[in-house]
């Protein structure tokens, strides 16, 4: 599913998104999970699911579920999609903050998202919530184009020339995201191009310093009271 940008949303789309009541009446930690295709991300948030107790969620699966299931405001997507509209920040982060509201977890890796600016300012205005803090997987095209390729070969998606197509928007558009919260103190960069456990360890050390701060301030983060979700969307 391409990329999920915000555009002024019509009511008609974003009314049709179940209210995503604000996370009011529940606390919860949000952590952004960011990095090129083929950067590990994936690999890495299971574990930290695994590992940490964290849901993740998916923006793309979230999508592609409210298409699925047959609903009013699924076939009012499918058809944007299909129309080659763009579909609204704002349907997709109310997507997300349904999911939180209805997961019984406290804790959330959004993962892939937001992808660009526009995302971004409409999580935080819809969901009134910052993320406690960024994973960014930075690690070199040419690791990650030689992992998609070992990866994916025989699918057309996959070629050299889309490859460098994915990694020429992800630079264009997700790394002012990444600037923004650098400027907050938020961000713990990654070198993602190291075999997975040596990667793996680095971030439980984040992980287990994330911990160990909330517990002696008996809270997670100022403006983190929300999510950490597993978001796919390439």
Do not use: W
Not at 25 to 39: D, H, W
């Amino acid at each position: 599913m391409g990329s999920v940008v915000a555009e002024a949303p019509t009511s008609s789309v974003t009314d049709k998104v179940e209210n995503g009541s604000q996370l009011d009446e529940k606390k919860v930690t949000v952590v952004f999970v960011l990095g090129g295709p083929g950067s590990g991300k994936g690999t890495q948030c299971a574990n930290i699911v695994e590992h940490f107790g964290f849901t993740h969620l998916s923006a793309g699966d979230l999508l592609r579920a409210e298409i699925k299931s047959g609903s009013e405001n699924g076939t009012m997507i499918q058809n944007m999609i299909k129309e080659g509209k763009i579909v609204p920040s704002e349907v997709t982060v109310k997507l997300l903050q349904r999911a939180m509201q209805e997961n019984e977890n406290d804790k959330f890796l959004i993962d892939g998202f937001p992808r660009n600016e526009e995302n971004r300012a409409a999580f935080e205005n819809v969901t009134k919530i910052e993320p406690a803090f960024v994973l960014f997987f930075n690690c070199s095209e040419e690791e990650m184009e030689k992992r998609l390729l070992n990866r994916n070969q025989g699918r057309d998606d996959d070629n050299i020339e889309t490859i460098r197509k994915r990694f020429k928007v992800f630079i264009e558009s997700s790394l002012p995201v990444i600037e923004y919260y650098q400027a907050k103190g938020k961000v713990h960069e990654i070198d993602a191009g190291r075999p997975r456990e040596e990667v793996f360890e680095t971030i439980k050390n984040i992980f287990a310093t994330f911990a160990k701060e909330s517990s002696e301030t008996g809270k997670y983060v100022d403006n983190c009271v929300n999510v950490m979700t597993e978001v796919h969307i390439d």
